[in-house]
């Protein structure tokens, strides 16, 4: 497996952060991802800087590994960035390379972009890194469980995502394991004429269906067999349940959107 | 072809949190024309060993020698379509990878990739399809119509039509009944011979390993454990037994026989009623 094609993979850990209810994770998230965009000063970007950064040291997870699972982001900020240095005309000239002048207001802007998208990246794809994606659903379906009242279908969706959720890894093997034993029947995946690569790709996309579909079948036999019949009625194993933990970062948190409010420029 | 491990280190995923030391430190030769049976308890690095075999996995350290072929850690292999071409794999279900209308154009599918001309395929394909037990006539039905028996069977007739020199194994017959499991051993036992090829088997019995190989390659935990001819290994019960591992029954019954009636048997590949003869005779006061 491509390790750094999986933007923050669940890696399992003991952190403070691991063990916070997913529920107020989202919450967090949710509206760290609105404040950020009403941060325009030093001040404010650093107290969220300072949030996101202490909370990637206390998950204990090395920060490599997570710039690495960012990589394919990295193009996307050094792209906006550059983006508005070149387009953005305010302030004074500062400097100018290959005939480009390059503002003081652009620099500003630029700076705060980039400083904005990868915030954005970092504090969600620390989400995925700290918390299984089973508990992700348990925490949706918990928090869209009003909807129910308009007879949106919570339990149904939240289902039908953990069971993708879950099948994930399981196709990444298979497409892995089918890939290889056609490699070794002579196919090239990656280099000749695009026509033959593409080519190459029915005897890897036909095993893959049929077993993706066999599985299927298979599970829902089995949820059969062991007397599955929708949400109604249905408890949990795994109550969600908020802790002192989750409090204190909550309370935390509202400390640092106060601060953002009081230093805007 | 001969086979070389030099040092050979694999890690999976390095440098993150799943990074996984599956090889370490592997060192054998595999002269050609042996049959060689890899065993170990389950994650001991047995698959991964023979991805080695036909490049889908180079080296982290140290290097593989296939034939004329190096496999070197930080190189980029050059030839591995030559080298696939002579290195036939046949995988854990290998009935995962049908994919063609037809039987027989699946089996075709490796050969035709590999250039082989159109008659000489045609050939192929009537050759396989019996060598693994099923008539000609099911050359046009589809694979996916087929039972998992037979569907294993066309698999590994694709891997064969090949025409490969060195034959790996991944457990070809695990899932299958103790009949099947049998003809199909047999099978690749009667090509090795025929074809001289260099044949590789992971295996979990050590049945088969007694039966078939010539030498044994005893994984653990990434390390060679043992290595030796299969009636050496086999004598060291209590070793195997510590990485998971059993001896084979009929070597058991030797040693139990012996110690019971403090006789002096020696298992030489014999069936079991020659053994018992064998036993009867010297209980009885003969001596051989
Ligand atoms: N793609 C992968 N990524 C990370 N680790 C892997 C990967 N494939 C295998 N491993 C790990 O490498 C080790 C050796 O795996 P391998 O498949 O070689 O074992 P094996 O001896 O073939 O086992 P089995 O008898 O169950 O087939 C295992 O611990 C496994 O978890
Ligand atoms: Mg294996």
Do not use: C
Request: zero cysteines; proline letters at 5%; hydrophobic letters at 45%.
């Amino acid at each position: 497996m491509n390790s750094s094609m999986v933007i923050g993979q669940y890696v399992p850990g003991d952190s403070p952060v691991h063990h916070m209810d997913p529920r107020a994770k989202i919450t967090i998230i949710f509206f760290f991802v609105i404040v950020v965009f009403f941060a325009n000063s030093v001040a404010s970007y650093g107290a969220l800087a300072l949030f996101a950064l202490l909370s990637v040291g206390v998950t204990k997870i090395p920060p490599r590994f997570i710039a690495k699972g960012l990589k394919p982001v990295w193009f996307l900020i050094i792209f906006t960035f550059i983006l508005h240095l070149v387009v953005t005309k305010e302030g004074n000239v500062l400097f100018s390379v290959l005939g480009f002048d390059v503002y003081s207001g652009a620099l500003i802007q630029g700076v705060a972009i980039s400083l904005r998208f990868f915030l954005l990246i970092l504090i969600t794809s620390l989400l995925t890194l700290t918390t299984t994606p089973i508990a992700i659903t348990d925490a949706i379906e918990s928090i869209l469980h009003p909807l129910k009242r308009i007879k949106f279908p919570v339990h149904e969706l939240a289902l039908m995502m953990s069971i993708s959720l879950r099948f994930i890894p399981t196709l990444m093997q298979e497409t892995e394991k089918i890939s290889k034993a056609q490699a070794s029947r002579g196919v090239d995946f990656r280099t000749g004429p695009i026509k033959e690569r593409l080519k190459a790709i029915v005897p890897l996309l036909v095993p893959l269906f049929v077993s993706a579909f066999k599985r299927a079948e298979e599970l829902a036999m089995a949820m059969e067999a062991r007397g599955y019949q929708g949400g109604e009625g249905r408890t949990k194993l795994r109550e969600l349940a908020l802790r002192k933990i989750d409090y204190m970062v909550l309370v935390l948190f509202t400390f640092v959107i106060i601060a953002v409010f009081l230093t805007r420029a | 072809m001969d086979i070389t491990f030099d040092n050979v280190s694999y890690i999976y995923q390095p440098n993150s949190p799943f990074e996984h030391r599956a090889l370490e430190n592997l060192s054998f030769q595999i002269p050609s024309g042996s049959f060689v049976a890899v065993i170990g308890h389950t994650g001991s690095g047995k698959s991964t060993l023979i991805q080695h075999l036909n490049g889908l996995l180079a080296p982290t350290h140290g290097s593989v020698t296939i034939g004329d072929v190096m496999l070197q850690a930080g190189s980029k292999p050059k030839n591995l379509k030559a080298l696939r071409k002579q290195v036939g794999v046949v995988f854990q279900y290998p009935e995962h990878q049908l994919f063609e209308e037809t039987i027989e154009k699946d089996i075709s599918f490796g050969p035709l990739n590999f250039g082989v001309q159109e008659e000489e395929i045609k050939q192929r394909v009537q050759e396989t399809i019996e060598a693994v037990g099923l008539s000609s006539d099911m050359l046009e039905r589809s694979p996916f119509d087929l039972s998992g028996g037979q569907m294993r069977r066309v698999a590994i007739a694709g891997v064969l039509a090949m025409n490969p020199r060195v034959l790996v194994l991944d457990e070809p017959t695990a899932g299958l009944d103790p009949k099947g499991q049998r003809e199909i051993m047999d099978m690749f036992y009667k090509l090795h011979h025929e074809k001289n090829l260099t044949t590789v088997h992971v295996t979990h019995s050590m049945e088969d390993a007694l039966a078939y190989a010539d030498y044994v390659i005893v994984m653990h935990n990434g390390h060679m454990y043992m290595q030796g001819k299969p009636l050496e290994v086999f004598k060291e019960k209590e070793a195997l037994n510590k990485v998971g591992l059993d001896v084979p029954e009929i070597i058991e019954l030797t040693t139990k026989m012996n110690k019971r009636f403090g006789l002096s048997l020696e298992y030489k590949k014999q069936s079991v009623e020659e053994l018992a003869a064998e036993a009867a005779h010297k209980l009885k006061g003969g001596s051989v």
